[in-house]
């Protein structure tokens, strides 16, 4: 093989779920009524926002040969602080801290302070404590649900301060506020994962913890930030999500965490670890939200969305698997 | 509205406190709750403790989490512990039926909170009707679209709850059957798991799918929240897409006094929980429940002996922005003062 036909090949295959993601959307363009359109091309964006920012996190987890199914309670747990303080229904307290520029920072900083305490229960436990990532953060996944029940009664903080919606309504190019925000996450974690020490450790240690030990890299730091990290963003997905509904309730989020991990194998990343980059885990949130846009407009009988949504999933990840298999194959 | 929840809350814990002695005269009745992430389930338990207490019963409640299996274990344990009565939502309409026939058979009678379950004999079951609240729904969509379009013509978007709960496909059925042969159109999307955002996306993508969009029915007032902020993101005001809710809960009566929100048609919460204690002393005691009309905290409710048994339906009303603020209605969160007087 010629090394321009091994690097055509290698592009490809590196980003196949582009081509998997571009591919969808001309189909359902094509064939979905209404669905070529920059509206709905935006709002797929804004829908990818929750999912894509909590999908950060768990993927640099999982890069660094973790598990973290905690995420979603997190996001919950962050949505619903914001909505308990600057919410004014429901059993929202309306805090009002004065203009927007106070109060988006500060309600912002609250929902990310709680996802970085849980990040860092979870990093405890597993990193210093050496419990299983797995067991750790399905307790966290069962507790913080719970706390959400609890701060909240089961009841909903509705009508978020007018300062803090802005976010959720305000657009930039035709594109909403929140994509913007997600993009930009997007953009400084990869830039991260990729160009700083930081990033390539998770990546080494995803990939040989105990190599990665030996040659000086603080391993369990690394896996520790890690977990830090998976939690704050997960609290930054929480603010958002608590923006886009204009409140939290106390199912807030629920399924988010199978969408996420979907969009994270999706994206290349192997859950063995080691392995992964974060443009692929935005083009799988993507194609993901693209398939839920399709159900939507394709206005499917009701019982019959989650079936095809599954199937959907699977030739997505059976596709990803086959991109495996062709590259040892090939290169 | 905090004043109304503290009253409420206030008032429960009183009556709590006042009722303790001679709650322990009458025994324990046990309360299997579905699920304590939904506001209407929430305020059920304080609604069935504080009513039971009324009439001098102890409420223990247990929460299913909406899972089937936890509550038939739930249901197996509380057998064994031998309690005077079983109230149950169930959380699916038919899998407890089972551990109901134990529990009659164990001697220990089972009344029916909301959710009506009828392949096997009840003790009593009180329900609103979900079929109901969907004519309920479809009567004033079409009061509604007559006063936008001059007729009733239109484009109505439906957001159902997650299509594997029984409760949104009766509404579904009971809107859509009072719908048919009048000249709308019905666009029908479900709301997985009953999560807001889901129901946030749906409208969002409708909107730009179909644009002339009269009216949204979605079948629980958290999602109205998640569509109002849609329609907010869409640039649209209050009243310019017509917004109609099932429940009743506190967050679709505040959209309605925003002017988002037209109609909540409302299930009895209270009065469904006040007609199980009236009855408690009958159920427990295995005597003979009566038929016929009886006054349920204002409410003409109508008690029937069904194949299932006895049965209790109260009338669901619509909410409006011209009462929105009665007290009668469980969104508003004041618990009736008067003490509930047992059926003699």
């Known amino acids: 093989m010629t090394p321009a036909r091994r690097r055509t090949i290698e592009f490809l295959l590196d980003n196949l779920v582009w081509l998997m993601l571009i591919t969808v959307l001309v189909i359902f363009s094509l064939t979905i009524p209404r669905y070529f359109q920059f509206g709905i091309f935006a709002n797929i964006l804004e829908q990818s926002t929750y999912v894509g920012v909590m999908a950060i996190g768990l993927a640099m987890v999982i890069i660094s040969g973790n598990l973290d199914l905690s995420v979603e309670s997190t996001a919950a747990l962050s949505a619903m602080v914001t909505g308990l303080l600057f919410a004014s229904s429901g059993i929202g307290l309306g805090i009002d801290l004065g203009p927007a520029i106070v109060m988006i920072p500060v309600s912002m900083l609250i929902a990310v302070a709680v996802g970085t305490l849980i990040g860092f229960i979870n990093g405890f436990f597993t990193v210093k404590i050496g419990m299983s990532a797995f067991i750790v953060t399905l307790a966290s996944f069962i507790w913080v649900r719970g706390l959400v029940v609890a701060i909240s009664g089961g009841r909903s903080a509705q009508s978020l301060a007018p300062e803090i919606r802005m976010i959720g309504i305000e657009r930039l190019f035709g594109i909403p506020l929140l994509a913007w925000i997600s993009v930009l996450c997007f953009v400084i974690f990869a830039f991260i994962m990729a160009k700083t020490p930081f990033g390539r450790y998770i990546t080494l240690v995803g990939g040989n913890e105990a190599a990665t030990f030996r040659a000086g890299i603080p391993s369990g730091r690394i896996l520790w930030m890690s977990f830090v990290l998976a939690g704050a963003l997960a609290g930054l997905a929480g603010w958002l999500l608590a923006i886009r509904t204009s409140g939290a309730t106390a199912n807030l989020g629920v399924g988010m965490l199978f969408n996420a991990f979907a969009a994270v194998v999706i994206g290349g990343v192997s859950l063995k670890g080691g392995i992964g980059k974060l443009p692929g885990v935005y083009a799988g949130v993507l194609l993901i939200y693209s398939i839920h846009t399709a159900i939507n407009l394709m206005r499917l009988p009701a019982h019959w969305t989650q079936v095809i949504l599954g199937l959907l999933v699977l030739a997505a990840v059976l596709l990803d698997t086959l991109k495996l298999r062709l590259r040892e194959r090939l290169l | ?344």
């Open chain 2, 1 to 344: 509205m905090k004043l109304s929840r503290r009253v409420f809350f206030g008032t429960v814990a009183a009556a709590a406190l006042a009722s303790a002695a001679a709650a322990q005269d009458k025994g324990t009745i046990y309360y299997m709750v579905p699920t304590l992430l939904d506001e209407f389930q929430t305020t059920s338990v304080d609604a069935i403790e504080k009513f039971m207490g009324d009439v001098g019963y102890d409420v223990v409640t247990l929460n299913a989490d909406n899972k089937t299996d936890i509550q038939q274990s739930q249901m197996s344990d509380t057998i064994l512990l031998d309690p005077d009565a079983i109230v149950i939502a169930p959380v699916d309409f038919n899998a407890l039926v089972p551990a109901i026939d134990e529990a009659r058979a164990a001697g220990i009678p089972v009344m029916i909170f909301d959710r009506q379950i009828t392949d096997t004999m009840i003790d009593l079951t009180s329900v609103a009707g979900t079929i109901e609240i969907g004519h309920v729904a479809a009567a004033e969509i079409k009061r509604l679209l007559t006063e936008k379009n001059g007729s009733v013509t239109g484009t109505i978007l439906q957001v159902l709850g997650d299509p594997g709960d029984p409760y949104t496909l009766d509404i579904q059925q009971g809107f859509e059957e009072r719908m048919e042969g009048d000249d709308v159109t019905i666009i029908t999307q479900p709301a997985m798991q009953w999560e807001a955002s889901n129901a946030g996306s749906i409208v969002a993508d409708e909107l730009l799918a179909t644009p002339d969009i009269d009216l949204i029915f979605v079948h629980a007032a958290h999602l109205a929240v998640a569509a109002v902020a849609s329609l907010e993101a869409a640039g649209k005001a209050p009243g310019d897409v017509l917004l109609v809710s099932s429940n009743g809960a506190p967050v679709g009566l505040d959209l309605i006094r925003q002017g988002w929100e037209q109609v909540e048609v409302e299930q009895p919460l209270f009065a469904q929980a006040a007609a199980l204690a009236m009855f408690a002393d009958k159920v427990v005691n295995g005597e003979e429940i009566e038929p016929g009309t009886y006054d349920v905290l204002g409410l003409q409710s109508e008690l029937t002996i069904e194949e299932w048994g006895p049965n209790i339906k109260i009338p669901g009303a619509a909410i409006t922005a011209d009462n929105v603020d009665e007290p009668r209605f469980w969104g508003n969160l004041q618990a009736p003062d008067d003490p509930i007087t047992p059926v003699e």
